[in-house]
Nanobody, 124 residues
Framework: QVQLIETGGGSVQAGGSLRLSCAAS????????MGWFRQTPGKAREFVAA????????RYADSVKGRFTISRSNAYNTVYLQIDGLKPEDTAVYYC?????????????????WGQGTQVTVSS
């Protein structure tokens, strides 16, 4: 079955960097667009970034543009999220997800499989 496992979260100070990874298995990874979302307690899951199946197209939430970079390795069945210039408001659980549409998607309803999440905590 489809499995998505996120790693790379942690606790960092503001201005620091993290690289999140999401290892996929159980399906043809290179055929699907992927996305990253984040969620804080009491709030809806928020779109962060998405990447097309071949990596040619990316899309970012306005709040992370210029600081976050999504990439993928179809050879390693992994999608990455490089996070630079971390801010306290970036504190959240970060999830990767598989899209059900061919191109990059923002709406969470367009994703059908989710990882368990990895916690990112940014202190000021």
């Amino acid at each position: 079955q489809v499995q998505l496992i996120e790693t790379g979260g942690g606790s960092v100070q503001a201005g620091g960097s993290l690289r999140l990874s999401c290892a996929a298995s159980g399906y043809s990874f290179s055929a699907f667009s992927m996305g990253w979302f984040r969620q804080t307690p009491g709030k809806a899951r928020e779109f962060v970034a998405a990447i097309s199946w071949n990596g040619d197209t990316t899309r970012y939430a306005d709040s992370v543009k210029g600081r976050f970079t999504i990439s993928r390795s179809n050879a390693y069945n992994t999608v990455y999220l490089q996070i630079d210039g971390l801010k306290p408001e970036d504190t959240a659980v970060y999830y990767c997800a598989r899209a059900i549409v061919g191109n990059v998607a923002v709406a969470s309803r367009l994703y059908d499989s989710w990882g368990q999440g990895t916690q990112v905590t940014v202190s000021s």
